[in-house]
């Protein structure tokens, strides 16, 4: 496929202009962009504002293996990108015409092509001034303001950043961390009683010889079972290895690498191998998914791995600096843990040799290092809006009367703490996968509450409890979520009324006729 290169038109704008338009999205998220898609294919006049210089988020950002649950609920342009990746990839050889796993400078690549075919005015590197921003008239924001001193004024704004910037600066309601099981009558909410999963199966001490406790092991104590905090989930980057020698940059050790710091990983690879008999493999400690071109999608796997436990509770509320250093905090750990892995003597010589078969993908991420842009943001802040999507919305009341689409993936969260138990032995807490039954998606799950925001619509960091934006949060979702916004800003502009007030019924019926899907048929047997 060729690539279409979008005209950076950031690069156009100067400071103090004022940029008119119908709709104006923020944040380049695969949500984001396919929002820019639909508002565009509306007949609106749309701009994407991207702080960075890279489209399309998780999805171009690493994470390659799709989190799909059933793949029947994904339908709409959400279903057509990933029916681009798969002619992309010649799939129609094999009978079939979707790709649901790919490299990540494809994904960007077609997003890109999307927004251009529909006009959709690009500007990269237009971040949004960190204070003072946003300018309303009661309810209704007006204008939002760059760093670099562009104004932007829309009659529907679209915050589609995984951090909820935009949102937070209109005066928006939101939170984070995790609600009480009692709050909205969750048992799944709060401080895991029981976490099964990505958990030390083996007893691993938590103190050094000397007393001292480990590296990467959270000092505090949980609060009780069902409790609330305000911890997030922990994030990590989502790499792309190739095994393929040609392609491959080696692990390099990292500027300030300690080998201490992961000690407690060469304890549990020990405990380990001394329990079960065998050095254990790889896979255990690394997720290593396959996609295309002899590359691989690297995600977390087991009870210490590319998870940055921890680190991640300060980023909602952060400064852009702090977030800068969260960031790089993330790079050091899993550089570290990937050099670890692949050249210390504590780590037996086969787990080594298999870490050494792979290597950084030489052709992804060329203007970084060969290093994803995109750090996992699992979860930040999440608007409270008129409605709240809780766990039973996943679970028992699953149709809803304002549907724009579906969603079907596990309650999942990944651990929030690394702590000490009363043995004095180590262990992981908060990690949650849940089935959850095919359900509905109200739009509501987009609106803030009226008195707050009449033009604003937030397809990202949404309207939902933890445990059921655990569901939400996948990227599919916020593709179908995306997709609504940009009809529902259509309507909203075409009646002049507040995005509160659109049709909801003329809403799904015209997501219908675009593919959306509201019913969940499992395939034949």
């Given at each position: 496929?060729?690539?279409?290169?979008?005209?950076?038109?950031?690069?156009?704008?100067?400071?103090?202009?004022?940029?008119?338009?119908?709709?104006?999205?923020?944040?380049?998220?695969a949500?984001?962009?396919?929002?820019?898609?639909?508002?565009?294919?509306?007949?609106l006049?749309t701009?994407?504002?991207?702080?960075?210089?890279?489209?399309?988020?998780?999805?171009?950002?690493?994470?390659?293996?799709?989190?799909?649950?059933?793949?029947?609920?994904?339908?709409?342009?959400?279903?057509?990108?990933?029916?681009?990746?798969?002619?992309?990839y010649?799939?129609?050889?094999?009978?079939?015409?979707?790709?649901?796993?790919?490299?990540?400078?494809?994904?960007?690549?077609?997003?890109?092509?999307?927004?251009?075919?529909?006009?959709?005015?690009?500007f990269e590197?237009?971040?949004l001034?960190?204070?003072?921003?946003?300018?309303?008239?009661?309810?209704?924001?007006?204008?939002?303001?760059?760093e670099?001193?562009?104004?932007?004024?829309a009659?529907?704004?679209?915050?589609?950043?995984?951090?909820g910037?935009l949102?937070?600066?209109?005066?928006?309601?939101?939170?984070?961390g995790?609600?009480?099981?009692?709050?909205?009558?969750e048992?799944?909410?709060?401080?895991?009683?029981?976490?099964?999963?990505?958990?030390?199966?083996?007893?691993?001490?938590?103190?050094?010889?000397?007393?001292?406790?480990?590296?990467?092991?959270?000092?505090g104590?949980?609060?009780p079972?069902?409790?609330?905090?305000?911890?997030?989930?922990?994030?990590n980057?989502?790499?792309?290895?190739?095994?393929?020698?040609?392609?491959?940059?080696?692990?390099?050790?990292?500027?300030?690498?300690?080998?201490?710091?992961?000690e407690?990983?060469?304890?549990?690879?020990?405990?380990?191998?001394?329990?079960?008999?065998?050095v254990?493999?790889?896979?255990?400690?690394?997720?290593?998914?396959?996609?295309?071109?002899g590359?691989?999608?690297?995600?977390?796997?087991?009870?210490?791995?590319?998870?940055?436990?921890?680190?991640s509770?300060?980023?909602?509320?952060?400064?852009?600096?702090?977030?800068?250093?969260?960031?790089?905090?993330?790079?050091?750990?899993?550089?570290?843990?990937?050099y670890?892995l692949?050249?210390?003597?504590?780590?037996?010589?086969?787990?080594?040799?298999?870490?050494?078969?792979?290597?950084?993908?030489?052709?992804?991420?060329?203007?970084?290092?060969?290093?994803?842009?995109?750090?996992?943001?699992?979860?930040?802040?999440?608007?409270?809006?008129?409605?709240?999507?809780?766990?039973?919305?996943?679970?028992?009341?699953?149709?809803?009367?304002?549907?724009?689409?579906?969603?079907?993936?596990?309650?999942?969260?990944?651990?929030?703490?690394?702590?000490?138990?009363?043995?004095?032995?180590?262990?992981?807490?908060?990690?949650?996968?849940?089935?959850?039954?095919?359900?509905?998606?109200?739009?509501?799950?987009?609106?803030?509450?009226?008195?707050?925001?009449?033009?604003?619509?937030?397809?990202?960091?949404?309207?939902?409890s933890?445990?059921a934006?655990?569901?939400?949060?996948?990227?599919?979702?916020y593709?179908?979520?995306g997709?609504?916004?940009?009809?529902?800003?259509?309507?909203?502009i075409?009646?002049?009324?507040?995005?509160?007030?659109?049709?909801?019924?003329?809403?799904?019926?015209?997501?219908?006729?675009?593919?959306?899907?509201?019913?969940?048929?499992?395939?034949?047997?």
């Open positions: 496929m060729r690539t279409l290169v979008l005209l950076v038109c950031g690069a156009l704008a100067s400071y103090g202009a004022v940029e008119k338009f119908d709709v104006v999205v923020y944040g380049g998220t949500g984001g962009a396919i929002a820019a898609v639909s508002a565009a294919r509306e007949g006049k701009a994407l504002l991207e702080p960075g210089s890279h489209i399309g988020g998780m999805v171009s950002g690493g994470l390659s293996w799709t989190d799909f649950g059933k793949k029947e609920v994904i339908g709409g342009y959400a279903l057509e990108f990933y029916k681009r990746i798969g002619k992309y010649g799939m129609g050889r094999y009978g079939n015409d979707l790709a649901w796993y790919h490299e990540p400078h494809v994904a960007e690549a077609i997003l890109r092509q999307m927004l251009s075919e529909a006009g959709v005015t690009l590197h237009h971040r001034r960190e204070k003072d921003a946003v300018r309303k008239s009661g309810a209704v924001v007006r204008q939002i303001v760059m670099n001193g562009v104004t932007f004024s009659k529907v704004f679209i915050d589609s950043s995984y951090e910037d949102m937070a600066q209109a005066g928006i309601g939101y939170t984070w995790r609600e009480a099981s009692s709050q909205y009558d048992s799944l909410a709060g401080v895991r009683g029981r976490t099964p999963y990505h958990q030390f199966l083996v007893d691993v001490p938590a103190y050094a010889s000397g007393g001292s406790l480990l590296p990467e092991i959270f000092a104590k949980p609060g079972a069902g409790s609330a905090d305000q911890k997030v989930q922990a994030y980057y989502r790499m792309c290895f190739s095994e393929v020698p040609e392609n491959q940059v080696a692990f390099a050790r990292p500027a300030g690498y300690q080998p201490a710091r992961y407690l990983l060469a304890r549990l690879i020990a405990a380990r191998t001394a329990a079960e008999g065998r254990p493999g790889l896979r255990t400690f690394l997720k290593l998914d396959r996609i295309p071109n590359k691989l999608d690297v995600n977390n796997q087991g009870a210490f791995s590319t998870d940055y436990i921890g680190a509770w300060n980023y909602p509320n952060a400064t852009y600096a702090e977030r800068a250093r969260i960031r790089q905090a993330h790079r050091d750990y899993t550089a570290g843990l990937f670890f692949a050249n210390d003597a504590q780590v037996p010589e086969p787990l080594r040799s298999e870490m050494n078969a792979f290597g950084l993908c030489r052709d992804e991420f060329t203007d970084n290092g060969n290093w994803p842009s995109q750090l996992y943001i699992r979860e930040a802040r999440r608007m409270v809006g008129e409605y709240v999507v809780v766990q039973k919305d996943l679970q028992s009341e699953l149709t809803k009367p304002d549907a724009i689409g579906m969603g079907s993936y596990n309650s999942d969260s990944h651990n929030i703490e690394r702590i000490v138990d009363a043995g004095g032995f180590v262990r992981n807490e908060g990690d949650m996968q849940v089935p959850v039954k095919p359900y509905q998606i109200p739009y509501r799950v987009m609106l803030p509450k009226p008195t707050e925001a009449r033009n604003v619509l937030v397809p990202v960091a949404f309207s939902a933890h445990v934006y655990s569901s939400l949060r996948m990227e599919p979702q593709m179908i979520i997709q609504a916004a940009g009809v529902a800003a259509k309507l909203a075409e009646n002049r009324t507040a995005v509160q007030d659109v049709d909801t019924g003329r809403l799904t019926a015209l997501l219908r006729q675009q593919g959306a899907v509201f019913e969940y048929r499992p395939p034949p047997r």
